[in-house]
């Protein structure tokens, strides 16, 4: 815990406020927009601007809903420091507003480093914060291009395109929204140690750390196991049929043959070992 007394005494604010949270009665999630219920008969909703605009007057006749210029103000200032903005709506009535921001995990950039040095065609961030919140994360991670405001199925969507342009497409993720593109990229990877379990589901391949540093190493494992894979195939074979013509002219007795087959069978599995 921070030793700023602010942030002491707003600790101790919340804890004394919040320390048994009621549970909310009729609640469900709109994803990857928001969440509404009822606390105490009050009608609760948390989300986007767009959530709370879809709901507008749901219920209501008056135009409560409707966001001041202050708040409009605060929503503009934050969200082009690639902030995001969830508002808060009591009754239809819009009371206050909280503000996320998002940090790059670590690893990141070093991961990215490693991709361009494997000539990866392109990066692309799938999210759905906003256009300014995107941009600011793709200029920090240093990806090739994002897309934003997106739900699942528009993720999917964008999977679907780039399969189309490329011929593999790798998708990484952690999130429940992230579990459709997951299933529908070539490859899904999964972060695991701290991700949904449908994500972890849905993926190829599931990371059991929290070390996005890891999908590099996915990489390199990769490589190297197609590499030794067609290295056995080629000397396995190609050996095998040379054994077999000098075989033919009758210089290689069966039993002989068949020994040397097995130790070469046994080279082949020895060689194998190496992709780890």
Request: proline share 2%.
């Amino acid at each position: 815990m921070s030793s700023h007394p602010v942030a002491q005494a707003l600790a101790a604010l919340g804890k004394e406020k919040f320390s048994h949270l009621l549970i909310p009665k009729d609640f469900h999630e709109t994803a990857g927009l928001g969440v509404e219920g009822y606390i105490k008969g009050d009608h609760i909703k948390i989300g986007s601007y767009n959530f709370i605009q879809s709901q507008k007057n749901k219920g209501s006749n008056n135009n409560s809903n409707n966001f001041d210029e202050k708040i409009m103000g605060i929503m503009r200032k934050n969200q082009t420091q690639g902030k995001m903005i969830s508002f808060i709506n009591i009754n239809n009535k819009n009371v206050g507003i909280i503000i996320f921001s998002d940090k790059i995990r670590k690893g990141v950039n070093s991961m990215m480093q490693y991709l361009r040095g494997q000539k990866i065609k392109q990066t692309v961030m799938l999210t759905g914060d906003s256009q300014d919140n995107a941009k600011s994360i793709a200029n920090l991670a240093k990806i090739d291009n994002y897309k934003y405001n997106l739900m699942p199925e528009d993720k999917v969507f964008e999977i679907n395109r780039l399969k189309n342009q490329y011929k593999n497409i790798v998708m990484v993720g952690d999130g429940i929204n992230d579990a459709p593109s997951l299933t529908s990229a070539t490859t899904g990877i999964a972060m695991g140690a701290k991700g949904t379990a449908i994500s972890a589901e849905a993926a190829d391949i599931v990371i059991l750390v929290d070390d996005i540093t890891k999908v590099s190493e996915i990489i390199q494992i990769s490589k190297s196991t197609i590499k030794i894979a067609k290295g056995s195939i080629i000397i396995g074979l190609g050996t095998s049929f040379l054994l077999m013509v000098v075989a033919s002219f009758g210089f290689i007795p069966p039993s002989i043959g068949a020994l040397l087959q097995e130790a070469l069978d046994v080279g082949v599995i020895l060689n194998a070992l190496r992709a780890r």
